[in-house]
């Protein structure tokens, strides 16, 4: 059983919809980061969470220690936005991030 | 705006050759990182670096692996005696202040073994 879930694996939304993907882990964790893949392959980082929540312009991430449970959300969703969205957990006294599958969203105009 | 680079972009090699992939971190950033994608399939950890020694390694990093800071920026994967199950994306990455801190890839290299 992998230590982090995601879900849904694939999900399609019209332009504008609010967009929710979730993230589940097993284990105990110091930090958890969503990243962002292009179709092209490039990763960036969009947050580093450890706590609590953070925004950046539409993008909004959530995390709750207790649940062992993460969601990224897209406000006023875009085709730009199209990508495959990665949550990636660092256990407890590891230096080394543990992947999700990832979600492939893709926006339709 | 500071970037990871990597070269090359495309590796095609013969199974049973050695490859070495390339990085340039940015700058001031103190901790390294390699990762895997075989196509298809979910981001892996390979390694990370952090003042001249290895730090953390997965289990995938045999001896086959090794890396190296030759030069102070750059940052290389060597991969001895390649096989085909090692064709896959492989992205470095770098991090100002370690793994619980925001790391920046590079664009990755696709190395293909035939």
């Known amino acids: 059983k992998n230590e982090v879930e995601q879900s849904p694996q694939n999900l399609t939304a019209q332009e504008e919809e609010f967009i929710t993907i979730n993230c589940s882990y097993s284990?105990?964790?110091?930090?958890l980061h969503w990243l962002q893949q292009h179709p092209g392959g490039g990763i960036v980082s969009l947050f580093m969470?450890?706590?609590g929540k953070k925004k950046h312009g539409r993008l909004i991430a959530t995390i709750n220690i207790q649940e062992k449970h993460s969601s990224l959300h897209i406000t006023a969703s875009h085709p730009r936005d199209s990508a495959v969205y990665i949550c990636?957990?660092?256990?407890?006294?590891?230096?080394?991030?543990?992947f999700g599958t990832g979600t492939r969203l893709t926006i339709i105009p | 705006e500071p970037e990871v680079t990597q070269t090359p972009s495309h590796q095609v090699t013969q199974m049973g050759q050695e490859v070495i992939l390339r990085c340039v971190p940015i700058?001031?950033?103190?901790?390294f990182y390699w990762y895997r994608q075989i196509l298809g399939q979910k981001v892996e950890f390979l390694v990370s670096?952090?003042?001249?020694?290895?730090?953390?390694k997965s289990e995938i990093f045999d001896d086959q692996f090794s890396v190296e800071r030759p030069d102070g920026s750059n940052f290389t994967l060597k991969i001895r005696s390649t096989k085909l199950e090692d064709s896959a994306m492989y992205f470095c990455?770098?991090?100002?202040?370690?793994?619980?801190?925001?790391?920046?890839f590079g664009p990755g290299t696709r190395l293909t073994v035939t």
């Open positions: 990455a770098s991090s100002e202040r370690g793994v619980a801190y925001e790391q920046y």
């Open positions: 990636a957990v660092l256990k407890f006294g590891n230096e080394k991030l543990t």
């Open positions: 700058s001031n950033h103190l901790y």
């Open positions: 969470l450890s706590s």
């Open positions: 670096f952090y003042n001249n020694e290895i730090s953390e």
């Open positions: 284990v105990g964790i110091s930090a």
